[in-house]
């Protein structure tokens, strides 16, 4: 098999950097550069909301340098993604527009949910050390400069993930702001984490038991990684009693003595001191015992995930199964009926699955299908008269790892228009919707689906036994069992059969069958 090098590329809130990889055969890959370079994009960012000229020179020439690196590997693919400061410029078009033509590199600005989901993606990779922590409780803090996500495990399936913006640098600019002296910052820090924390703990922490914090930065881990070396620790594990100390030595030894022995540059200790604050408050909040720094970074998760679209290995991780535990767990917090969810759920994929001659759609549209199936009726929780609206902006509104903000969108507009009368793009596009017009045609599909699968169980009670989906030309036959009476299902099953015919050129039909 031919080598190939790849380059993922950072362009983070504190620093850019590049991991340039090989691959060959179905090994993980192998690092063969690794370049860091501080350019505090954050500050400003966060701050005033852009970057000035200045740091904007100063971006353009490191990335210059990096695109000169890649010509000298013979890089043949790269990735370039920015994150939360670049997210939160008011001119991100205009940053990304000056980046390419200046440097040559197309860098695309990741959703929160998909920066989160690369990181998790590059520690699920770790294999049986990842899979032996999360068998019991566990939860993954992936500290940011913008902001922080915790992500809660059960049963080792991700089942939940909430954003909070406490992230390093946002929580440093506000320190300096306010003018703290270095005796106040662990104090204040507390009292900010504290607040934001009580209220995660109330809406989802609840009684559940964690043991370990997976954790992902770019400052403690450092710390960590070699404290488990120090021990003789192969699989990176710290416990709450080496922790403590550690923060210990942050808060009392000289800035010279904690320079050197942690081998970083003084405003490098500064963050590195505020992720420990984050981090000490989440584990008091959980009783966590130890931490584990798997040391990985979002270039990894960016390799990784080109590893396996371009098949150069396989994981053994069902991230699917992650994102669909998610959307049951959402749909438990508000109140949805399991059983009706799980109905919907298998009508809609056996429709879907007796229909790809004509849909002409793939797995990722059918996991669309079944987070839709499984939210349907989240908004019942708000209003039972405004269902499609109040359901559409609880999914907006709540993270899902795994999911772009477009596909989150594709998913809520599914659910939208289940109970609402479906809109055409122009009227989309005039409502400000992010929804590309190849999007908007699948959410029309799906919704198509979802609708008529609905109607088969508009009684709520389950009255079918079976459903069974055969294309014929023109008509989709779906033959039900049950000896229950179909009126109501036949009735609303007309009534939503025009849209699908006008979707898909297919009349659907329903046939009863009564068992023996």
Same mark, same amino acid.
Request: overall charge neutral; hydrophobic content about 40%.
């Given at each position: 098999?031919?080598?190939?090098?790849?380059?993922?590329?950072?362009?983070?809130?504190?620093?850019?950097?590049?991991?340039?990889?090989?691959?060959?055969?179905?090994?993980?890959?192998?690092?063969?550069?690794?370049?860091?370079?501080?350019?505090?994009?954050?500050?400003?960012?966060?701050?005033?909301?852009?970057?000035?000229?200045?740091?904007?020179?100063?971006?353009?020439?490191?990335?210059?340098?990096?695109?000169?690196?890649?010509?000298?590997?013979?890089?043949?693919?790269?990735?370039?993604?920015?994150?939360?400061?670049?997210?939160?410029?008011?001119?991100?078009?205009?940053?990304?527009?000056?980046?390419?033509?200046?440097?040559?590199?197309?860098?695309?600005?990741?959703?929160?949910?998909?920066q989160r989901f690369l990181d998790y993606k590059?520690?699920?990779?770790?294999?049986?050390?990842?899979?032996?922590?999360?068998?019991?409780?566990?939860? $993954?803090?992936? $500290?940011?400069?913008?902001?922080?996500?915790?992500?809660?495990?059960?049963?080792?399936?991700?089942?939940?993930?909430?954003?909070?913006?406490?992230?390093?640098?946002?929580?440093?600019?506000?320190?300096?702001?306010?003018?703290t002296r270095s005796s106040q910052r662990e104090?204040?820090?507390?009292?900010?984490?504290?607040?934001?924390?009580?209220?995660?703990?109330?809406?989802?922490?609840?009684?559940?038991?964690?043991?370990?914090? =997976?954790?992902?930065?770019?400052?403690?881990?450092?710390?960590?990684?070699?404290?488990?070396?120090?021990?003789?620790?192969?699989?990176?594990?710290?416990?709450?009693?080496?922790?403590?100390?550690?923060?210990?030595?942050?808060?009392?030894?000289?800035?010279?003595?904690?320079?050197?022995?942690?081998?970083?540059?003084?405003?490098?200790?500064?963050?590195?001191? =505020?992720?420990?604050?984050?981090?000490?408050?989440?584990?008091?909040?959980?009783?966590?015992?130890? $931490?584990?720094?798997?040391?990985?970074?979002?270039?990894?998760?960016?390799?990784?995930?080109?590893?396996?679209?371009?098949?150069?290995?396989?994981?053994?991780?069902?991230?699917?199964?992650?994102?669909?535990?998610?959307?049951?767990?959402?749909?438990?917090?508000?109140?949805?009926?399991?059983?009706?969810?799980?109905?919907?759920?298998?009508?809609?994929?056996?429709?879907?699955?007796?229909?790809?001659?004509?849909?002409?759609?793939?797995?990722?549209?059918?996991?669309?299908?079944?987070?839709?199936?499984?939210?349907?009726?989240?908004?019942?929780? $708000?209003?039972?008269?405004?269902?499609?609206?109040?359901?559409?902006?609880?999914?907006?509104?709540?993270?899902?790892?795994?999911?772009?903000?477009?596909?989150?969108?594709?998913?809520?507009?599914?659910?939208?228009?289940?109970?609402?009368?479906?809109?055409?793009?122009?009227?989309?596009?005039?409502?400000?919707?992010?929804?590309?017009?190849?999007?908007?045609?699948?959410?029309?599909?799906?919704?198509?689906?979802?609708?008529?699968?609905?109607?088969?169980?508009?009684?709520?009670?389950?009255?079918?036994?079976?459903?069974?989906?055969?294309?014929?030309?023109?008509?989709?036959?779906?033959?039900?069992?049950?000896?229950?009476?179909?009126?109501?299902?036949?009735?609303?099953?007309?009534?939503?059969?025009?849209?699908?015919?006008?979707?898909?050129?297919?009349?659907?039909?329903?046939?009863?069958?009564?068992?023996?």
């Amino acid at each position: 098999m031919a080598v190939k090098t790849f380059a993922a590329i950072d362009v983070g809130s504190f620093e850019l950097s590049m991991k340039i990889f090989e691959f060959s055969g179905k090994s993980q890959g192998r690092v063969i550069e690794h370049i860091r370079q501080r350019v505090d994009l954050g500050s400003e960012s966060y701050g005033s909301g852009k970057i000035s000229h200045d740091k904007m020179d100063e971006l353009c020439r490191v990335l210059s340098e990096f695109a000169q690196i890649m010509e000298s590997y013979k890089v043949t693919s790269y990735r370039a993604y920015g994150t939360s400061a670049i997210r939160e410029t008011k001119n991100t078009d205009i940053v990304l527009d000056q980046i390419r033509q200046r440097t040559g590199i197309k860098v695309e600005v990741l959703s929160n949910s998909e920066q989160r989901f690369l990181d998790y993606k590059a520690i699920a990779f770790r294999g049986e050390i990842f899979q032996s922590v999360i068998e019991e409780g566990t939860a $993954i803090v992936d $500290i940011g400069g913008g902001s922080i996500q915790i992500s809660l495990f059960d049963n080792d399936t991700l089942v939940s993930t909430q954003n909070l913006r406490i992230g390093v640098l946002r929580l440093q600019e506000l320190l300096h702001h306010m003018n703290t002296r270095s005796s106040q910052r662990e104090v204040i820090i507390d009292e900010i984490v504290s607040a934001q924390l009580a209220t995660y703990k109330k809406l989802y922490l609840k009684d559940r038991d964690i043991r370990t914090i =997976i954790v992902v930065d770019d400052y403690l881990s450092v710390w960590v990684s070699r404290k488990a070396a120090s021990a003789g620790r192969k699989n990176e594990l710290v416990n709450l009693g080496d922790y403590e100390q550690f923060v210990q030595q942050l808060r009392t030894r000289p800035m010279a003595e904690i320079m050197r022995m942690l081998d970083l540059p003084e405003e490098a200790v500064n963050l590195t001191f =505020i992720s420990a604050c984050i981090m000490k408050r989440i584990m008091k909040l959980t009783g966590a015992q130890q $931490i584990w720094a798997p040391g990985v970074t979002l270039s990894d998760g960016m390799a990784y995930e080109y590893a396996q679209q371009n098949k150069l290995l396989q994981s053994e991780h069902d991230f699917n199964r992650d994102i669909l535990a998610c959307a049951m767990n959402i749909s438990k917090r508000y109140q949805g009926s399991r059983k009706r969810a799980e109905t919907l759920e298998n009508i809609t994929l056996t429709i879907f699955d007796s229909m790809k001659k004509v849909h002409g759609m793939g797995k990722r549209e059918r996991l669309y299908l079944q987070l839709s199936a499984l939210l349907h009726d989240c908004g019942k929780y $708000i209003s039972m008269v405004n269902i499609g609206e109040t359901s559409y902006q609880i999914i907006m509104a709540t993270e899902m790892i795994g999911l772009s903000h477009m596909e989150r969108e594709t998913v809520a507009s599914v659910v939208r228009f289940n109970h609402t009368p479906f809109i055409y793009y122009d009227q989309m596009k005039a409502l400000g919707t992010a929804l590309t017009e190849s999007a908007y045609l699948t959410v029309a599909k799906l919704t198509a689906i979802l609708r008529i699968a609905n109607a088969l169980d508009r009684s709520h009670k389950q009255k079918l036994k079976g459903v069974k989906a055969t294309l014929k030309e023109d008509q989709l036959v779906l033959m039900v069992e049950t000896p229950e009476d179909i009126t109501l299902e036949r009735g609303i099953f007309e009534e939503r059969a025009d849209f699908f015919q006008e979707v898909f050129s297919v009349q659907p039909v329903i046939k009863q069958k009564k068992p023996m």
